[in-house]
């Protein structure tokens, strides 16, 4: 049995969707159980969004996920009705339908449990199974939504409930690169990553898998594969064992724009301080980055933008002067933790070399995160991609063929 997450871009038309249909259809008649995983088709999250900001920007994020819901729902029928025109028996179901249960947070629930009864009852009968990613619902029987990434962090849940072989996460791009192909005109599609690896590159800008799908599938050892929806050919092979004989040191350059520091100065107590506020991140639930601060009397955090509101909250409590800057990340990812001072120091060498003012960010293991101004991140990310020989590289395998 396999779970398959189709993306926004893949599911953008009614070409595609049929498209998707035929290929399941093939694959149902080699003798596959299949869940599908779907998410809104193209922008229809965004134009629910404005339909909204037409009625009032002052949101309820409980009127919020009921409205975004319905995009994938309607993802979920068109491919139910393509498949049946492909002869193939298929149930589509919400995510409450489906059994997974979430937290409270609208706008950014967490998966708590999943009831697989339902769809494993349509597997028996022969059915594929479409469920409508990125939602669930609460203990109170609201409709709830995971936020960003949400249909790759449901597909992996699922997979990993259901003890599929694998977790196929279709997308619009080939798999996984050295570094944003976009922007990196050297970047090469890397076959496969350990999930630490894989991780650490979603967490510092990889945008082409959400970090919670990673979490899902990590303790189980349920391997992901990312590839394009438009063929089968390659992809990036994710999964937690590492290959033999991997002579390079580097998995890949990222970057991440829209991250936001925020400089508190003068600090007395700055330790106290520091655990109070990095407490108070916590709590809330955001993701944050301490600083190194040469300044005794400094301290720096960075959050993401998402997290601005919650953030300033926390901040214009700090009792010190605070200022706020718009930054983004540049990381260089290692095979090995034990190479991380040599590759800092590369790094830092490197943004001398380029005058190109940084910060360094604490308590990195596997990877090497500066910090610097929006502007500089595209050009430090070639620079550092070069410098690593990541651009001489013809076909590069970071965790060996699984």
Not at 47 to 55: G, R, S, T, V
Not at 109 to 128: C, D, F, H, T
């Amino acid at each position: 049995m396999i779970v398959q997450k189709y993306g926004g871009t893949s599911v953008e038309s009614v070409s595609n969707i049929k498209g998707i249909a035929r290929k399941v259809a093939l694959e149902k008649a080699g003798g596959q159980d299949l869940v599908i995983v779907v998410s809104a088709m193209g922008d229809t999250t965004d134009e629910l969004m404005k339909l909204a900001d037409h009625i009032t920007t002052r949101h309820h994020k409980r009127d919020l996920d009921m409205l975004l819901s319905t995009g994938e729902q309607v993802t979920v029928a068109l491919l139910c009705m393509a498949l049946r025109e492909e002869g193939v028996a298929a149930t589509g179901l919400t995510g409450w339908q489906a059994g997974i249960s979430t937290t409270t947070d609208h706008g950014g629930a967490s998966i708590l449990s999943i009831a697989p009864e339902r769809i494993q009852g349509e597997l028996k009968m022969g059915n594929v199974v479409v469920v409508a990613g990125f939602q669930g619902i609460t203990g109170d029987g609201d409709i709830s939504t995971l936020g960003r990434g949400g249909s790759d962090t449901t597909a992996a849940a699922l997979a990993t409930k259901l003890g599929a072989e694998r977790c196929e996460i279709y997308t619009d791009v080939e798999g996984v690169y050295t570094s944003d192909p976009r922007y990196i005109k050297n970047a090469v599609m890397i076959s496969s990553l350990t999930y630490e690896e894989m991780l650490t590159m979603a967490r510092r800008g990889a945008g082409v898998l959400h970090p919670k799908a990673i979490e899902h599938a990590m303790p189980h050892n349920v391997p992901l594969v990312v590839r394009s929806s438009m063929s089968r050919v390659g992809g990036t092979w994710i999964h937690g064992s590492p290959g033999k004989g991997v002579s390079h040191p580097v998995c890949g350059v990222v970057f991440h724009k829209g991250r936001f520091c925020y400089t508190l100065s003068p600090i007395q107590n700055r330790m106290e301080i520091k655990r109070l506020i990095s407490s108070r991140l916590t709590l809330w639930g955001m993701e944050y980055d301490t600083l190194i601060e040469e300044g005794g009397d400094t301290l720096a955090f960075l959050v993401a933008e998402d997290d601005l509101e919650r953030a300033d909250s926390i901040f214009d409590r700090a009792g010190a002067i605070v200022r706020r800057d718009r930054k983004a990340t540049v990381t260089v990812v290692a095979k090995d933790k034990k190479t991380c001072p040599v590759i800092r120091d590369k790094v830092r060498q490197i943004l001398q070399e380029n005058r190109i003012a940084f910060h360094t960010i604490e308590n990195c293991t596997n990877h090497v995160t500066t910090v610097v101004e929006e502007s500089h991140a595209i050009d430090l990310a070639s620079l550092l991609h070069s410098a690593f020989g990541l651009d001489e590289v013809q076909a590069f395998e970071a965790a060996g063929i699984y």
